[in-house]
């Protein structure tokens, strides 16, 4: 079955990083495009970043501009999510999405918590 698992998340200081992976199965991967979103409590969720399905393409929202980077590795069905210089508004639950618009299909993972906190 189609299952999306993140990881990587945790708590760290203001300033440090952190690298979320997201492991696809039971869909084409290659096919579909990824997302990450974030939703902090009683805050709606947040599109943070997206990457094309060949990986050539990225977007970010502006609040991660300079600091986030997405990338994929289709041959390990994995996309990931490479913060840096993170701020306590970071803080939320990071989930990765994956997107086929052609067919109507969004698959979603359960999320991990990523704390940023001194």
């Known amino acids: 079955q189609v299952q999306l698992v993140e990881s990587g998340g945790g708590l760290v200081q203001p300033g440090g990083s952190l690298r979320l992976s997201c492991v696809a199965s039971?869909?084409?991967?290659?096919?579909?495009?990824m997302r990450w979103y974030r939703q902090a409590p009683g805050k709606e969720r947040e599109l943070v970043a997206v990457?094309?399905?060949?990986?050539?393409?990225?977007n970010y929202a502006d609040s991660v501009k300079g600091r986030f980077t997405i990338s994929r590795d289709n041959a390990k069905n994995t996309v990931y999510l490479q913060m840096s210089s993170l701020k306590p508004e970071d803080t939320a639950v990071y989930s990765c999405?994956?997107?086929?618009?052609?067919?109507?299909?969004?698959?979603w993972g359960q999320g991990t918590q990523v704390t940023v906190s001194s």
């Open positions: 999405n994956a997107l086929l618009l052609v067919a109507a299909r969004n698959y």
């Open positions: 039971g869909f084409t991967f290659s096919a579909y495009v």
């Open positions: 990457i094309s399905n060949g990986g050539d393409s990225t």
